[in-house]
């Protein structure tokens, strides 16, 4: 009786140790200087969504093995927030709607941009700052299970950004994992939630 439990420890142990190698290397391919996980044609212009009529690359949400490490949580406040800016993109058929999430009164902010499948938290690359936090943010992010992607959006700007498919829920753990460890959010700091299209 003991030895199928023995036989079945031994191998979520092995595969717990293949989970945690391949997020190694996930995390190394980011702080590698030329990363570009997925390469993506954006020749036209620059937009945070494909261009009408191309059929965006869905990636895996979250990565197999990863996903029952718990995020940083929010506060009910700040949870409560963010869940209105997630509601406000989430399967969005237009894919025009847009919500950012800033910390105030600093500034730092992740945006969320409507897909008809799901949600993208995008975080641009556009200020010294945000370049200086892409890394650290992105090695939170592959921690937690997820997969962030360089995307090029033209005429030199870029972004990473990471599809979320799966439900609102994985969408609000990146959230909170972004503005808890990646921008340091206290439980008592405020955000400020701002929509509309792009």
Same mark, same amino acid.
């Given at each position: 009786?003991?030895? /199928?439990?023995?036989?079945?420890? +031994?191998?979520?142990?092995?595969?717990?140790? $293949?989970?945690?190698?391949?997020?190694?290397?996930?995390?190394?391919?980011?702080?590698?200087?030329?990363?570009?996980?997925?390469?993506?044609?954006?020749?036209?212009?620059?937009?945070?969504?494909?261009?009408?009529?191309?059929?965006? /690359?869905?990636?895996?949400?979250?990565? /197999?093995?990863?996903?029952?490490?718990?995020?940083?949580?929010?506060?009910?406040?700040?949870?409560?927030?963010?869940?209105?800016?997630?509601?406000?993109?989430?399967?969005?058929?237009?894919?025009?709607?847009? $919500?950012?999430?800033?910390?105030?009164?600093?500034?730092?902010?992740?945006?969320?941009?409507?897909?008809?499948?799901?949600? @993208?938290?995008? &975080?641009?690359?556009?200020?010294?700052?945000?370049?200086?936090?892409?890394?650290?943010? +992105?090695?939170?992010?592959?921690? &937690?299970?997820?997969?962030?992607?360089?995307?090029?959006?033209?005429?030199?700007?870029?972004?990473?950004?990471?599809?979320?498919?799966?439900?609102?829920?994985?969408?609000?753990?990146? @959230? $909170? $994992?972004?503005?808890?460890?990646?921008?340091?959010?206290?439980?008592?700091?405020?955000?400020?939630?701002?929509?509309?299209?792009?």
């Amino acid at each position: 009786m003991n030895g /199928p439990l023995l036989r079945w420890s +031994a191998l979520c142990f092995v595969a717990g140790l $293949a989970s945690l190698a391949a997020q190694e290397a996930e995390i190394e391919l980011f702080e590698a200087e030329d990363f570009t996980p997925l390469q993506i044609d954006d020749s036209g212009p620059p937009s945070l969504l494909d261009p009408a009529g191309r059929q965006a /690359p869905r990636l895996p949400s979250v990565l /197999p093995g990863v996903d029952t490490r718990p995020a940083p949580r929010l506060s009910d406040q700040q949870a409560a927030q963010a869940n209105s800016a997630i509601d406000h993109v989430w399967n969005d058929t237009t894919e025009r709607t847009v $919500a950012v999430i800033q910390i105030e009164p600093d500034g730092d902010f992740v945006q969320l941009i409507g897909m008809s499948t799901g949600a @993208v938290l995008d &975080y641009p690359l556009a200020t010294d700052r945000q370049r200086l936090l892409a890394q650290s943010i +992105a090695a939170t992010l592959v921690k &937690y299970g997820y997969t962030p992607t360089r995307r090029d959006l033209g005429e030199g700007q870029q972004a990473m950004q990471v599809p979320v498919v799966s439900a609102k829920e994985d969408l609000l753990d990146a @959230v $909170a $994992a972004v503005l808890v460890e990646g921008f340091s959010l206290r439980p008592e700091g405020s955000l400020k939630i701002i929509t509309g299209e792009q």
